[in-house]
């Protein structure tokens, strides 16, 4: 079992940057391939980045490409998402997703292991 928890999130006038943590329990951590993903209010919950288990492959949204960076350390059991010039519609929690793969995943339905999400909102 994977127990995520996420920090960072908060609120942040448009073009301004924001970094998520995501801590993971399991000292397995770096078996892990991670992503993450948000929701916004009455959507769905989308993709937006994932890092394979060495940290060797990204995959980012389209939305995110060029703002968002991805990141890992696997001696400290972590993932960071750092968000640059960040717009209105970033807006969402943030939620930290582990996979039981070694490889990156861009659907939901690929993690089994989820944290309890991070708001973030962006002001205009």
């Known amino acids: 079992q994977v127990q995520l928890v996420e920090s960072g999130g908060g609120l942040v006038q448009a073009g301004g940057s924001l970094r998520l943590s995501c801590a993971a329990s399991r000292r397995t951590f770096s078996s892990n391939s991670m992503g993450w993903f948000r929701q916004a209010p009455g959507k769905e919950r989308e993709f937006v980045a994932a890092?394979?288990?060495?940290?060797?492959?990204?995959s980012y949204a389209d939305s995110v490409k060029g703002r968002f960076t991805i990141s890992r350390d696997n001696v400290k059991a972590t993932v960071s998402l750092q968000m640059n010039s960040l717009k209105p519609e970033d807006t969402a929690v943030y939620y930290c997703?582990?996979?039981?793969?070694?490889?990156?995943?861009?659907?939901?339905?690929?993690?089994?292991?989820w944290g309890q999400g991070t708001q973030v909102t962006v002001s205009s």
């Open positions: 997703a582990a996979s039981d793969t070694i490889v990156v995943i861009t659907i939901a339905a690929g993690y089994p292991y």
């Open positions: 890092i394979s288990r060495s940290g060797r492959s990204t």
